[in-house]
Nanobody, 120 residues
Framework: QVQLVESGGGLVQPGGSLRLSCAAS????????MGWYRRAPGKQRELVASITSGDSTTYADFVLGRFTISRDNAKNTVYLQMNSLKPEDTAVYYC??????????????WGQGTQVTVSS
């Protein structure tokens, strides 16, 4: 059984920073990519950023220059450093692990979500 545990969400003022963490646990052989998605109220879930095991990164245009994704492969952990936060960044942020290989299967996993609220 693979679990993704997220932490680091909360309330922050506009212009502030937060760091999200997501740790994957279980009998994992490998994870192709890990990333963050978000769902704002009334909107569909969208990709924020992702990073492969080879450190290739993808960012949504709306976070370029403000957010940085990083990964510790040895710990199966991904981080999202969010700077210069804006009210429109308010959303539930979900961690994703893409193509997780275990002894029984290769599949994707999702975290439970962590709330990020940007407000004065």
């Amino acid at each position: 059984q693979v679990q993704l545990v997220e932490s680091g969400g909360g309330l922050v003022q506009p212009g502030g920073s937060l760091r999200l963490s997501c740790a994957a646990s279980g009998s994992i052989f490998s994870i192709y990519a890990m990333g963050w998605y978000r769902r704002a109220p009334g909107k569909q879930r969208e990709l924020v950023a992702s990073i492969t095991s080879g450190d290739s990164t993808t960012y949504a245009d709306f976070v370029l220059g403000r957010f940085t994704i990083s990964r510790d492969n040895a710990k199966n952990t991904v981080y999202l450093q969010m700077n210069s936060l804006k009210p429109e960044d308010t959303a539930v942020y979900y961690c994703n692990a893409d193509r997780v290989t275990t002894v029984v299967a290769v599949r994707d996993y999702w975290g439970q979500g962590t709330q990020v609220t940007v407000s004065s």
